[in-house]
């Protein structure tokens, strides 16, 4: 399994950003999806999930509720976060992982699933 994320860069606070993460190696519509920061000095802590059909079953922080939009697009094997009303705290390197298995819905991944490599959204007030 391959995720390449994309879409990070300089925005000042209230901007927006829209990253992607494009998946390939397995059947994607399969698998739930999850977007994932971790700030300097701090640990890594998970942002948004979406399950494998992304029909409406998703899952926010608490600091992004109602801000960020997370989203997929199964034909385009592609996962979406859809950041408005950025703050400086939100300044952070951001993963896209993908469950190795198949659940209805969880926000539990770690080192056991896969992984692509961030995309840094440096927010600046």
């Known amino acids: 399994v391959q995720l390449q994320a994309s879409g990070g860069g300089l925005v000042q606070a209230g901007g927006s950003l829209r990253l992607s993460c494009a998946a390939s190696g397995r059947t994607f519509s399969r698998y739930n999806m999850g977007w994932f920061r971790q700030a300097p000095g701090k640990e890594r802590e998970v942002v948004a999930v979406i399950n494998w059909s992304g029909g409406g079953s998703t899952y926010y922080a608490d600091s992004v509720k109602g801000r960020f939009t997370i989203s997929r697009d199964n034909a385009k094997n592609t996962v979406f976060l859809q950041m408005n009303s950025l703050r400086p705290e939100d300044t952070a390197v951001y993963y896209c992982?993908?469950?190795?298995?198949?659940?209805?819905?969880?926000?539990?991944?770690?080192?056991?699933?896969?992984w692509g490599r961030g995309t840094l959204v440096t927010v600046s007030s």
């Open positions: 992982a993908q469950k190795a298995g198949m659940y209805s819905m969880t926000t539990s991944f770690d080192e056991s699933d896969y």
